[in-house]
């Protein structure tokens, strides 16, 4: 059985969705896992992590949008300490999640051919997020 673990910063540019397969992908070695699991852990409450189309840039630039109108900035919230995207940046962590589990088969992520991984950043003026990778298998 083979187990590794490796923590890496990402900082997205601005607020948005960001494909960061390929920094996952550079981050750690899965070529010689046939048969294994790779888990992502976003150690934060106002970013997330989702699996969406990664060809496309309009639909990034859709996710933002309809994420945004589903939970917008400004409204009368209670927890507002650091700013107006405090709160939707929390909820919409929550909604899409800090967690992805994808299976590694013969080497690679056995992701679909559209399928790419996001970080979703819900947060005006981003910081650095750290990810914690973890990879186990045969």
Do not use: C
């Not at 910063?9 to 948005?16: F, L």
């Not at 013969?106 to 970080?119: C, D, E, F, K, S």
Request: charged share 20%.
């Amino acid at each position: 059985m083979i187990f590794r673990q490796k923590e890496i910063i990402v900082k997205a540019p601005k607020r948005g969705f960001f494909l960061i397969t390929d920094k996952i992908l550079s981050s750690i070695d899965i070529s010689d896992i046939n048969t294994g699991m790779m888990n992502l852990f976003l150690k934060h409450t106002s970013a997330s992590l989702t699996i969406n189309e990664n060809a496309s840039p309009d639909v990034r630039v859709d996710m933002e949008m309809i994420s945004s109108k589903l939970v917008p900035d400004g409204y009368d919230y209670n927890h507002s300490l650091e700013g107006p995207d405090d709160m939707p940046a929390h909820f919409k962590s929550s909604m899409f999640g800090v967690s992805l589990n994808i299976p590694i088969t013969n080497g690679m992520l056995n992701l679909g051919t559209w399928q790419g991984i996001y970080l979703n950043e819900h947060r005006d003026y981003p910081t650095n997020r750290k990810i914690v990778i973890s990879v186990w298998g045969v």
